[in-house]
């Protein structure tokens, strides 16, 4: 069983920059790929960012030039730096796990999801 938290969600100005964390416990972080969503109000759930074992990386057309994913194994845990954001950008954000190590836009290729973190960008 995987665990995951995320945190470092929280309110910020259009413009402004934030970074998500999600750490991760119970299993062999270095093996799994791993994904960023996210769901606005009323929306379904999107994919935002992906990174696999060594570290290649999948991002939203999106997020591109804004989003950056990373992961720290010895720390066992990932990243998602956010930059000029957009109130669009407004959800909560999800961490998950694929142990299979898939690193795409398929929510059904990841087996464990974290409790989520609001980000709210206001304009």
């Known amino acids: 069983q995987v665990q995951l938290v995320e945190s470092g969600g929280g309110l910020v100005q259009a413009g402004g920059s934030l970074r998500l964390s999600c750490a991760a416990s119970?299993?062999?972080?270095?093996?799994?790929?791993m994904g960023w969503f996210r769901q606005a109000p009323g929306k379904e759930r999107e994919f935002v960012s992906a990174i696999g074992r060594s570290g290649r990386t999948y991002r939203a057309d999106s997020v591109k030039g804004r989003f950056t994913i990373s992961r720290d194994n010895a720390k066992n845990t990932m990243y998602l730096q956010m930059n000029s954001l957009k109130p669009e950008d407004t959800a909560v954000y999800y961490c998950?796990?694929?142990?299979?190590?898939?690193?795409?836009?398929?929510?059904?290729?990841?087996?464990?999801w974290g409790q989520g973190t609001q980000v709210t960008v206001s304009s």
């Open positions: 998950s796990v694929s142990k299979r190590g898939y690193y795409n836009n398929n929510e059904g290729d990841y087996d464990y």
């Open positions: 119970g299993g062999t972080f270095s093996m799994y790929g």
